[in-house]
């Protein structure tokens, strides 16, 4: 089974209007990390925001804030007032303890293409 | 310059060549990654190695193997190159702590001919 599903292949949204991808996730842990991660067609991995599993409060950082309910084991990250240089590949990820190698893991989905439109 | 440095960032090579891809970092981290990604499945780790001595393999390591020269170098091989290894690596670092973010290197396209 995915750890980590990304529902939407690809995302269109308008300059300056916000933005929701969609993450859910799947494990059995009570500790684990959740990251989201931009891919511009540069192809280079930036890291964007993180969620701890045992954080009352919701991720923020600049424009991008992380919707967690953990209870639907979900993870949105939300872009607030979109500009053209955030069209890229939007990566979430998981980082959980995984017994069998007795350390923690990260586990990416595969991505969402989201393109903002002048 | 770049916390996390890969060489070479573009390679061909033919399929049975051995190729090597490299990665450096400057970050002072103790743990290091290969992961390649393809369109359309993300990235799936090949190697993680969280010490000089400690190596471990990921989801995807047949047709790979790794050495962990120092603290801060960590290659990756292919001892025989098949088209179906075509794709974009990335070596990462994190930090030992449980829940830091993985720091990735500009990546390294790899086509196998």
């Known amino acids: 089974a995915q750890k980590i599903t990304q529902t939407q292949p690809g995302m269109f949204v308008q300059e300056k209007e916000a933005v929701t991808l969609d993450c859910t996730y799947d494990?059995?842990?009570?500790?684990?990390?959740l990251f989201w991660y931009k891919q511009p067609s540069s192809g280079e991995m930036i890291f964007l925001i993180y969620q701890g599993s045992y954080d009352e409060q919701n991720a923020t950082e600049g424009r991008y804030s992380l919707n967690f309910q953990k209870a639907r084991k979900s993870a949105n990250l939300v872009i607030s007032a979109s500009q053209l240089g955030d069209s890229a590949m939007y990566f979430c990820?998981?980082?959980?303890?995984?017994?069998?190698?007795?350390?923690?893991?990260?586990?990416f989905g595969k991505g969402t293409k989201l393109s903002v439109i002048p | 310059d770049a916390d996390v440095t890969q060489t070479p960032r573009n390679r061909i090579t033919k399929t049975g060549k051995r190729i090597m891809l490299e990665c450096s970092q400057t970050?002072?981290?103790?743990?290091m990654y290969w992961y390649r990604q393809d369109p359309g499945l993300g990235l799936r780790l090949i190697y993680y190695s969280f010490d000089v001595k400690d190596i471990n393999k990921g989801e995807i390591s047949d047709g790979y193997s790794v050495s962990r020269q120092a603290q801060a170098k960590f290659s990756l091989s292919l001892e025989s190159a098949i088209p179906n290894q075509t794709a974009l690596y990335f070596c990462?670092?994190?930090?030992?702590?449980?829940?830091?973010?993985?720091?990735f290197g500009q990546g390294t396209r790899l086509t196998v001919v």
């Open positions: 970050k002072g981290h103790d743990r």
């Open positions: 990462a670092t994190s930090d030992s702590g449980d829940n830091t973010e993985a720091f």
């Open positions: 990820a998981m980082r959980e303890w995984y017994s069998g190698a007795g350390s923690y893991q990260l586990t």
């Open positions: 494990t059995s842990d009570q500790s684990y990390g």
